[in-house]
């Protein structure tokens, strides 16, 4: 489980929360670059964005979630 209530910044990259279970209650910002809530058993992520973006959940399931009730900029 991962879970941020407070700021998470990047000011030149990414930033991902990773887990089974994400929740977002905070504030997220990448000034740079991209934000990623990833709930699942298997994330796959690239080094350089493609079609399909950077991030992408390759195994989820009826018991991951990601949820977001803060603030996200990128």
Known sequence: RCS????EASASGDVAL???AVNNSGSITAEN???GL???YEILARDKADA???FAVVVGGSDTEASNSGAIAA
Do not use: E, Y
Not at 4 to 7: E, H, K
């Open 4 to 7: 941020s209530a407070s700021r």
């Open 18 to 20: 990773i887990a089974r």
């Open 33 to 35: 670059g991209t934000v």
């Open 38 to 40: 990833l709930a699942g």
């Open 52 to 54: 399909n973006g950077l």
